[in-house]
């Protein structure tokens, strides 16, 4: 049973920092493509972040220079790591797995 299960959200100032972890269990996710999506109320879910089976990484313009993706591959942990938060960033936070399984989502609140 795959299940992954994010945590670290919360509420934070403008310029403040944030660290996402998303726990995955019920396969290896360092086998596997994982990123970080975010979706905010009334827009499509868009994606911020993702990192291959290799380490390669990929940003979404919007966050490139602030947010890190990172894992721990013997943990089966996603990570990500923002820095100088900005309103816009305001949203809900969901890992994903190779697109086909995802958390239920750690909401981000800057304010």
């Known amino acids: 049973h795959v299940q992954l299960v994010e945590s670290g959200g919360g509420s934070v100032q403008v310029g403040g920092s944030l660290r996402l972890s998303c726990v995955a269990s019920?396969?290896?996710?360092?086998?596997?493509?994982m990123g970080w999506f975010r979706q905010a109320p009334g827009k499509e879910r868009e994606g911020v972040a993702a990192?291959?089976?290799?380490?390669?990484?990929d940003y979404a313009e919007s966050v490139k220079g602030r947010f890190t993706i990172s894992q721990d591959k013997g943990k089966n942990i996603l990570y990500l790591e923002m820095n100088d938060l900005k309103p816009e960033d305001t949203a809900m936070y969901y890992c994903?797995?190779?697109?086909?399984?995802w958390g239920r989502g750690t909401q981000v609140t800057v304010s």
């Open positions: 994903a797995a190779d697109l086909a399984y």
């Open positions: 019920g396969y290896t996710a360092s086998r596997y493509c």
């Open positions: 990192i291959d089976s290799v380490g390669n990484t």
